[in-house]
């Protein structure tokens, strides 16, 4: 069953220089039991798809095309039926999570407002979740007192720990984690992706979507991957395939810029990224990429790649479509 999908997804910033676009056209699918990864470069539109695909959009962000949450579209619910689906259906664990705590209220009571905040929608008893929640403190290696803490009174890492707990306390069917371990130590960071492949094992998730600039460590969580550029997702098919064989030449350059292998990456050999994403205020007619690609063409500056299917694996790259003139 697909739970999560969008068509032709659109996410502009709209700024007095112009508009920015963050998200330009994104068509993705995501099935019950699947880990979708999302990765690229800083600056290429993974936040910002993170809360177009979660509704949670204000200005001057504006969204077009859809996304449909288990066939409906979320953008076309109404605004109580989207909160009730909310933490429990859809969950989003925004990038910087720590920061976005109520600073006024126990941890405790944060659980308590989640609670209260479904129960037109479902039954949840206070105790059970607030049990629910210091086990799952254990298994992220947060004791069960930071439950009686204020934001403040935590560390940034056990803050990002307890805005995960949050965020997964309900067990959503979808969750989408942007960047989830980027602000933890490294053993921290292991502990949080075995929590949420836990989670996974048991049924709790249903299925997920795994933000993150570096392809290794979504790599370690991710089914399926899709690697996005200025704002386009430009490669995208079974983990192991993008991982192992990388088509597009920008996923080429990312294996390249792996620093630890971790996991079982056989460090690709290949040539390294040189340059800087293009300015999404601006970005360049035909491939977004051609300013950076050592393989360019001729027709890559003039017409935007059409996206094609090589063995199963998507990629939008001129190197594999079939065109006259279209020679490398
Ligand atoms: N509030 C905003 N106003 C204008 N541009 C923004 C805003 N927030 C993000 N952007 C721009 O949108 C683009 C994508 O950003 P983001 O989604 O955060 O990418 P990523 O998560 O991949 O680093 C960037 O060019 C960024 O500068
Ligand atoms: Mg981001």
Not at 147 to 176: F, H, K, W
Request: aromatic share 6%; glycine share 8%; net charge positive.
């Amino acid at each position: 069953m697909t739970m999560l999908a969008t068509r032709d997804l659109k996410a502009y910033y709209f700024t007095r220089r112009g508009f920015v676009r963050a998200v330009d056209g994104i068509n993705i699918e995501v099935g019950e039991g699947r880990v979708l990864g999302i990765v690229g470069e800083s600056g290429s539109g993974k936040s910002t798809l993170g809360m177009a695909l979660t509704a949670l959009v204000r200005p001057p962000l504006r969204v077009q095309g859809s996304v449909l949450f288990k066939g409906k579209d979320i953008y076309s619910l109404h605004p109580e039926v989207l909160r009730a689906i909310r933490g429990v259906g859809l969950s989003l664990i925004p990038q910087f999570a720590m920061d976005a705590l109520n600073p006024t209220a126990r941890i405790r009571d944060l659980i308590k407002d989640l609670v209260d905040s479904h129960k037109d929608s479902i039954k949840l008893e206070l105790d059970d979740m607030i049990k629910r929640a210091q086990e799952r403190a254990l298994q992220i290696g947060l004791p069960k007192w930071v439950l009686d803490r204020y934001p403040v009174e935590l560390s940034g890492g056990m803050r990002q720990r307890v805005a995960i707990l949050l965020s997964t306390l309900l067990n959503p069917e979808v969750l989408i984690a942007d960047e989830p371990t980027s602000a933890l130590d490294v053993v921290i960071q292991r502990l949080v992706i075995q929590y949420l492949q836990d989670l996974f094992k048991e049924g709790a998730i249903k299925t997920m979507i795994f933000i993150s600039h570096d392809i290794a460590t979504a790599y370690q969580i991710a089914t399926d991957i899709a690697v996005m550029y200025a704002g386009q997702i430009v490669e995208s098919g079974s983990a192991d395939k993008v991982v192992h064989e990388p088509l597009h030449p920008y996923t080429k350059g990312l294996m390249s810029a792996i620093v630890e292998p971790g996991m079982n990456i056989r460090k690709v050999k290949l040539e390294g990224l040189t340059g800087e994403p293009p300015d999404l205020l601006n970005p360049p007619k035909g491939c977004r990429f051609y300013p950076r690609c050592r393989y360019r063409m001729d027709i890559c500056k003039e017409e935007d790649p059409p996206e094609v299917d090589v063995g199963g694996v998507k990629v939008k790259c001129w190197l594999y479509a079939k065109r006259e003139g279209a020679r490398p």
